[in-house]
């Protein structure tokens, strides 16, 4: 059994005698350091895509969460403080050369876990690119996202009972119960507050010409109030297990 599935914990000589004894797939979250509204902190996707991943690793077995992607493609975020976006190009590069890395480490599937949208469709650019770019490593990850969000962030709230004008796609009752479960100690539940509960698709459009702010003055699409740390973790399980049913496929096991 390895000491922790998450290579930024482990020496080299361990993920090295890791990947020999065939611990051979990694995951690596693309994440972002965004603003999540009053109560919660810049780094939620980045936390949520670890924990996802570590949960994901642990279903499927012989696998490792590699670095997260701690910086992402937010511009519609960065009229808020703190907020660090990266052009699309930097984004690429990074994908890329992460890849590169677990490649030449011997890993022989990288898996790109989306833990922000804004990644999403670099993502889709860069990997009919990567996919075969290395001999002996596949690369690939989440391709279908608006299926990921039915069978998740849309599905799996309405089954807890939370409608989705609370449960929300940005900061919202969803996020704010996912931090509550993995990093209470950073939530700042006596700040929540309600935000913009139109669906998602209705706004979309102004927010990425516009920026978050002409949608919603605090940055929250959802209810940050009533969140719950123990849907928090059913939340972070739904994601695990439609992260381990992707990978699964891609090994056909
Ligand atoms: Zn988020």
Redesign the pocket.
């Known amino acids: 059994m390895s000491p922790s599935l998450h290579i930024d914990e482990l020496t080299t000589v361990q993920v090295g005698d890791l990947i020999r004894a065939g611990w051979t797939t990694v995951i690596v979250p693309l994440g ?1 350091t ?1 603003q ?1 509204g009053p109560a ?1 902190p810049l780094l ?2 980045n936390e ?1 895509g670890l924990q996802t991943a570590m949960r994901a690793a642990r279903l499927i077995g012989r696998t490792l969460v590699g670095p997260v992607m701690t910086l992402g493609h937010s511009p519609e975020h960065t009229h808020f403080a703190g907020t660090v976006s990266l052009a699309k190009a930097t984004v690429a590069g990074i994908i890329h050369d992460i890849a590169e890395s677990h490649a030449r480490s011997g890993f022989r599937l990288v898996y790109f876990w989306i ?3 804004g990644n999403h469709s670099i993502l889709q650019e860069m990997l009919p690119i990567l996919e075969n770019k290395w001999p002996g490593c596949r690369v690939t990850g989440l391709r279908d996202i608006g299926e990921y969000i039915s069978a998740t962030w849309d599905r799996v709230p309405l089954r807890e009972g939370i409608p989705l004008a609370r449960s929300g796609s ?2 919202g009752e969803f ?1 704010t119960s996912i931090m509550l479960a993995a990093r209470p100690e950073l939530v700042r539940m006596d700040r929540a507050e309600a935000g913009n509960p139109a669906p998602f698709d209705s706004i979309c459009e102004q927010m990425m010409r516009d920026g978050m702010e002409a949608v919603s003055s605090n940055g929250v699409l959802g209810d940050q109030r009533g969140a719950d740390a123990g849907r928090g973790n059913i939340y972070l399980d739904a994601l695990a297990e439609y992260l381990a049913a992707g990978i699964r496929r891609e090994r056909g096991s």
């Open positions: 972002a965004e999540h919660l939620v996707d949520h833990a922000h949208g940005h900061a996020e």
